[in-house]
């Protein structure tokens, strides 16, 4: 069983920064695919990021691009997401998540095909 844990959520100002973490306790961990999925309070789970299990693609939701950047350490087992420029419509609770039978963008968009979730990291930005 993998279970992802993410650190790194809290109060932060409008066009402040803040730097998700996930670990993932699993031996495999350079075969599988990470993401990031969020969800607001009265809305639907979003898709975030991804990156594939070598760094070599990313995919990010529109409302992210160039402020977002999902990365991942494979030596310790951990994918980031540094969030720049924050703004209020970027609150809501971070979900990590791992593994897709796919990595492409119709597959890694839906939370449907990850089948690892973390507990999710609130992230709140004041205006």
């Known amino acids: 069983q993998v279970q992802p844990v993410e650190s790194g959520g809290g109060l932060v100002q409008a066009g402040g920064s803040r730097r998700l973490s996930c670990a993932a306790s699993v031996r495999t961990f350079t075969t599988y695919a990470m993401g990031w999925f969020r969800q607001a309070p009265g809305k639907e789970r979003e898709f975030v990021a991804a990156i594939s299990w070598n760094s070599d693609s990313t995919y990010y939701t529109d409302s992210v691009k160039g402020r977002f950047t999902i990365s991942r350490d494979n030596a310790k087992n951990t994918v980031y997401l540094q969030m720049n420029s924050l703004k209020p419509e970027d609150t809501a609770l971070y979900y990590c998540?791992?593994?897709?039978?796919?990595?492409?963008?119709?597959?890694?968009?839906?939370?449907?095909?990850?089948?690892?979730w973390g507990q999710g990291t609130q992230v709140t930005v004041s205006s």
């Open positions: 998540v791992v593994d897709v039978p796919r990595f492409a963008q119709p597959i890694v968009v839906a939370p449907t095909h990850w089948t690892y």
